[in-house]
Structure formats: structure tokens, C-alpha cells
């Protein structure tokens, strides 16, 4: 997956996300908690959004296709 395609993120969620190194955002992907499988997994089809000065990515978890969310915080 081409992670600088991002037609799901606002402009402003692209702009903290692009700012975020490329390794450490590849292993946030790859490390997302499922709720419901109680497991980590890789986030597929990920939009991205801005709440609260935080970036909020919410996708399926690639294994089960399960509803995940990962929140990053601003430093
Ligand atoms: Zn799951």
C-alpha cells in the first residue's frame, strides 16, 4: 500500500501525518489494537481525521476486519 495516497485524511491530518517519520508511522499501522479479537494487527483502508489537536486513524484491522482506531498524539 502506497501510504502517501490518502484520499480518506483531511488536509490538515495528512499534514501531521506526513510529518510523522515514515518508519514510525509504518509500525503504528502494523500495531493496532482490535477490540473485539483482543489481538494487534495491521489497519487497512485507514481514513484519517483531526479531534482535539490529536490525529485519529480509523480503519479495519486487515486479519478479521474488525473496526480499529488508533489515536496519535501531538507532541
Ligand atoms: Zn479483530
Do not use: Y
Not at 35 to 55: E, H
Not at 57 to 74: P, T, Y
Request: hydrophobic share 40%.
Amino acid at each position: 500500500m502506497k501510504i502517501e495516497s490518502l484520499p480518506g485524511f483531511s488536509d490538515l491530518a495528512k499534514k501531521l501525518w506526513l510529518a510523522i517519520a515514515p518508519d514510525t508511522r509504518k509500525s503504528w499501522l502494523s500495531n493496532v489494537w482490535c477490540a473485539a479479537c483482543g489481538r494487534a494487527g495491521t489497519i487497512t483502508n485507514f481514513t484519517g481525521m483531526v479531534k482535539s489537536g490529536d490525529l485519529l486513524l480509523m480503519g479495519k484491522r486487515a486479519e478479521c476486519h474488525g473496526d480499529v482506531a488508533r489515536k496519535i498524539e501531538s507532541q
